[in-house]
């Protein structure tokens, strides 16, 4: 119980609190990888797949970009008609996931 108080009370700081971008480092990336297995099968083994054949491919985007867009779909603020695949996802990665991911997606 303690820990969800816990958990609330610093998710409602940092939702306060405004984004600061920061560069991507070879630890984040690598945890990535392993996260963005389930991820494939939509986006391609290297991001160049335009997923559901209406999203932009996550090749060549910035890490930035990509975790600006993650948390976006998480918080329902971003994504077209399709979103609802992506933020079902999206909702059930932590703060940390989504940097990892971005990170290694930005290696494409």
């Not at 610093?10 to 690598?30: E, V």
């Not at 389930?38 to 910035?62: F, I, M, N, V, Y």
């Not at 990509?66 to 008609?81: I, V």
Request: glycine fraction near 14%; proline fraction near 3%.
């Amino acid at each position: 119980m303690k820990a969800i108080a816990v958990g609330t009370v610093l998710g409602a700081l940092l939702a306060c609190t405004a984004w600061i971008p920061t560069a991507p480092n070879a630890a984040q990336a690598a945890d990535g990888a392993g996260l963005y297995a389930q991820c494939a099968g939509c986006h391609g083994a290297d991001g160049g797949k335009a997923a559901l054949g209406a999203a932009r491919p996550l090749k060549g985007q910035t890490a930035d970009a990509l975790y600006g867009k993650l948390k976006g779909y998480a918080d329902g603020s971003y994504g077209g008609s399709k979103k609802a695949v992506m933020a079902g996802i999206a909702k059930k990665l932590s703060d940390e996931d989504m940097r990892a991911l971005a990170a290694h997606m930005a290696s494409f």
